[in-house]
């Protein structure tokens, strides 16, 4: 079954989850934000990703979309799961679907854009011509949930309106705004073809980025007390090259990844951050704050765990929304460390103490000899201070 959030995404459930019409065809919503009127003559800066998913999720919540995608850096904010309407489409009462619903899924997606907008001092006329950044995943879960690599009334080039109801009833596809039936929106004017992946299409030479030094970065960075690049050592390392491999980005590696940072990290590392977008010194191979959260979703720390804070986590974490986390950092410390016990998967190791977490650690405590009622998943006094002196980690309170 294909997944309701699309992974990797930051999740703000606005609630308010209603179905679609099931009697439509599958469909996917292209729109952009057009936050701004800018020209050639006079473009404008471009308004940040953060500040439209504080839009979307406060005073625009009534008109709030499935995504919210910054083609720029690859982010994509998730407001309601894929088989819920969202509300980017007017839907007047004359209309004769209700046009959010029209469809088994009606995905979509506000790509965070206006034309002539400038970013980091290039100007971009159209959407197509950013680095597109984060495009392939959002097509590749689209197209999961059935919606064909059409466009029934043609793909977007331009901000001409074009509505056939007829289409719009039988044909499952793609549409831009510009096409959907009793709305007036023209957006978006332009939309990556569905064989781009991130940073596609190439810009002009004047808009390349300059290419990536011929040789690794050998230089460290220190993040939340922990260091990072080439010579550094430590849990935080073998953390980041095992989730560079779980997200397709280990091809440098030989052998690992383990806990001392070689050059093999630091490419690794610049392939990731380049998928991200970044260019140039940005994109060396040692890792910044923003792209380590993004990669990892939460900051190591220094492993020192809370029992007080984990046990809340445990407590919370399931029963809140998908990959909520109470305790990101510390949580993360227990989970590798399960993990490394042979007990929970790598790749739920991501600092939200969820349901799996919880199994994972009742299997942690059959194992210090716990049953019943006391092997819980819960973490105790004693058995996490075991796991911590069989991984290395120290335990307060």
Known sequence: MSDLWLPGAEIHDLGDHAPTDQQYPPKAIAHITWDRNATAAAPQDWCSFDDLVSYFTGSGAGDAPHLIWDPFG???AQLFPADSRSKSLLSPTTS?????RAGRVVIQIE????PYCRHQ???YPRLVDTPCAGWDRIH????????PDTWPMGRPVDFTSHRDEQVWETCGGWYAHAHVPFNDHTDPGSWPDFTAGPGTPIPPPSQQPPAPPADPARYRTTINGLQYGYGAQGYQVTVVGRALVAQGFGAHYRSGPGPNW???????YADYQRSLGYSGQAADGVPGEGSLRR?????PGPRTV?????VAAARTDPGAEQGHRTYGAEVAIVEQALADEGLLEQRWVDGSFGSLTVTAYAGWQRRCGYADAAADGIPGQDSLHRLGAAQGFAVTD
């Open 96 to 100: 004769p679907t209700r046009t959010n």
């Open 140 to 147: 590749a879960w689209i197209a999961s949930w059935g919606v």
């Open 262 to 268: 070689t050059d093999a990290d630091t490419e690794n």
């Open 74 to 76: 690859g982010r994509i």
């Open 121 to 123: 001092g290039t100007v």
């Open 306 to 310: 809370s029992l007080a804070h984990v």
């Open 295 to 299: 990669l990892l979703g939460y900051l």
């Open 111 to 114: 790509a965070v854009f206006f």
